[in-house]
T-cell receptor, first 113, second 112 residues
Framework: ETGVTQSPTHLIKTRGQQVTLRCSSQ?????VSWYQQALGQGPQFIFQ???????GRGNFPPRFSGLQFPNYSSELNVNALELDDSALYLC????????????FGPGTRLTVL | EDKVVQSPLSLVVHEGDTVTLNCSYE??????LLWYKQEKKAPTFLFML????IEKKSGRLSSILDKKELSSILNITATQTGDSAIYLC????????????FGQGTRLTINP
């Protein structure tokens, strides 16, 4: 149990729609990263938020955006969904304390039809 | 461009066998290498390696980093069916964001 939760577990959307995925940490870590994992691939870094500011981004277009809230929960928003956006979306908190490890949530499986 | 390559991509062995999974990387500003196990959804942390030549062990699993060869191996001895999973290797880059660059994973299947 990592203490990182995500919602929803899975959802189905159609091309052109918009989606919001959510992530929260029981321990309130102030750094959250989002990753996209397509079928059969390793996760790819989307972006990271630290104290409510984006402080790093991977090779994803601007229609992928995010928010981090004062309670350190986070959202990933994707506009104008495309078929290739179908993937498992993972959020992760980085524990730079005792374990110095990145812990992942269970993920949200997004299917775009 | 940063790259992490794992081999083999898929491996099928019998229970009790020993397996070695490989990971090689070309990443600028290397900070650490991590191994994760992914069974259904969330990757679960196995090891973090920062220093070359120092083996980390946890039960039947062990891992070592070779910074000269830019590679790491993950060993699993006396495999069990519960070890069946995808094993992911990731490299953390130094920088403002704690970005992990992942390999494509090795799918390990342990047959009884």
């Amino acid at each position: 149990e990592t203490g990182v939760t995500q919602s929803p577990t899975h959802l189905i959307k159609t091309r052109g729609q918009q989606v919001t995925l959510r992530c929260s940490s029981q321990s309130g870590h102030n750094t959250v990263s989002w990753y996209q994992q397509a079928l059969g691939q390793g996760p790819q870094f989307i972006f990271q938020y630290y104290r409510e500011e984006e402080n790093g981004r991977g090779n994803f277009p601007p229609r992928f955006s995010g928010l981090q809230f004062p309670n350190y929960s986070s959202e990933l928003n994707v506009n104008a969904l495309e078929l290739d956006d179908s993937a498992l979306y993972l959020c992760a908190n980085w524990d730079r304390g005792f374990t110095d490890t990145q812990y992942f949530g269970p993920g949200t499986r997004l299917t775009v039809l | 461009e940063d790259k992490v390559v794992q081999s083999p991509l898929s491996l099928v062995v019998h229970e009790g066998d020993t397996v070695t999974l490989n990971c090689s990387y070309e990443v600028t500003n290397f900070r650490s290498l991590l191994w994760y196990k992914q069974e259904k959804k969330a990757p679960t942390f196995l090891f973090m390696l920062t220093s070359s030549g120092i083996e980390k062990k946890s039960g039947r699993l062990s891992s070592i980093l070779d910074k000269k060869e830019l590679s790491s191996i993950l060993n699993i001895t006396a495999t069990q069916t519960g070890d069946s999973a995808i094993y992911l290797c990731a490299v953390e880059r130094l920088g403002r964001a704690q970005k992990l660059v992942f390999g494509q994973g090795t799918r390990l299947t342990i047959n009884p």
